[in-house]
């Protein structure tokens, strides 16, 4: 689904490891959140862990 995987479509099933929206909405509901708190939180969880493990998130570069 398009939450990973760039199809643009949320709720499409693509693979074993792609997130759908139906995923962050049951995480939401095991949490006590709204789908769109959810998102925050991820949000602001990804700006944390990036401003501190910023060589995660660097593009991988194509193999040559």
């Known amino acids: 689904m398009c939450l990973t995987c760039g199809c643009m479509d949320a709720h499409r099933e693509m693979g074993e490891s792609n997130i759908t929206f139906e995923d962050v909405e049951r995480a939401a509901k095991e949490n006590g959140n709204s789908v769109a708190r959810t998102f925050e ?10 401003s501190e493990h910023a060589q995660e998130y660097q593009a991988e570069r194509p193999v040559a």
Do not use: P
């Open 41 to 50: 939180i991820v949000t602001a969880t990804v700006d944390k862990d990036r």
